[in-house]
């Protein structure tokens, strides 16, 4: 496994995943004109404002994990879309002032900056809104059964909602300047970042056609790969500079957040994003090769510097 994990060149890998992912991005969004045109410019200016594009390429690379069809990643297309849409307004009001109050993310500034605070908030809730439209248009079906495309939007929903990335968010704005247990922290950490990323390849699992007990694999692994990411982001708060995120560095201290790496140090931190690595891998076990993309994106994540 570890030698199928550094066979597939990552970085190659990734290129041509967000390459794809950007181009459907840009087919299937809205066009920003006609009368709702300055509202659709302010969500395509965050959605195509880069980002590593992880949530949607951990989903094509799910399908085809469980999938002998070769058409799986063209027909989770707008599933990917619509994911990368959720992850977007997520981060466009945590930007708000109201929220984190940030001026710079991923390397531009933020929706609320470019375009004001009432214009972000609409763009946030127009993507939030247009995913849904988008994993439910029958014209964007190509090839997903009703039934999995129903199962999809569940998991979405309810990965997006309160109990998952909404109630979060909604659990560490409560616990900002408090002291939490580690425990809490792990709570939120699991809604607020690790339940879309698990959505984000359960759906590609159920695109793919996976039975009960592949399902369960993987959400073992997107809970494991969220977990690492989440540590990582804590991590990488710490030790990179706001040049290299293309968003504030050292932003949690100077909040006073609960993190990793204020509970157990730079280094310890490091070990636990190792092992939530190994625990993702070991849910893959079961899988061919047709997972291997999963497992060098397990990788990926906990060895990113952004
Ligand atoms: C406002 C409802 C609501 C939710 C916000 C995701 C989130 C919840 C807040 C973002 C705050 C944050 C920095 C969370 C840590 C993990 C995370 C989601 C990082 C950003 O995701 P990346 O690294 O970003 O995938 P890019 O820009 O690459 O897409």
Redesign the pocket.
Known sequence: MGVAVEKLDIKKYLREKQKIVVQALDELMLPAEGVFADHIRAMRYSLFA??????PILCLAAGTAVSDDGGVEQSLLPVACALECI?TY??I??DLPA??NDDL??GNPTCHKKFGEAEAILAGDGLLTYAFDLLSNPAHGRGLPDTSRLAIIHTIARAAGSPG??G??ALDMAAEGRKIEFDHLRTIHRS??GALITASVLAGALGGGADESQLAAMRRFGDSVGLA??IV?DLLDVISTTEEL?KPAGSDEAQHKATYPAFFGVENTRQLAEQAVAESLAALERFDHRADPLRALARYIVDRTR
């Open positions: 880069g980002g590593k594009r992880v949530r992850h997520s981060l009001h945590d929220m984190d993310r991923r990335m909404v979060g968010q607020k970042t990411f989440q982001d293309g």
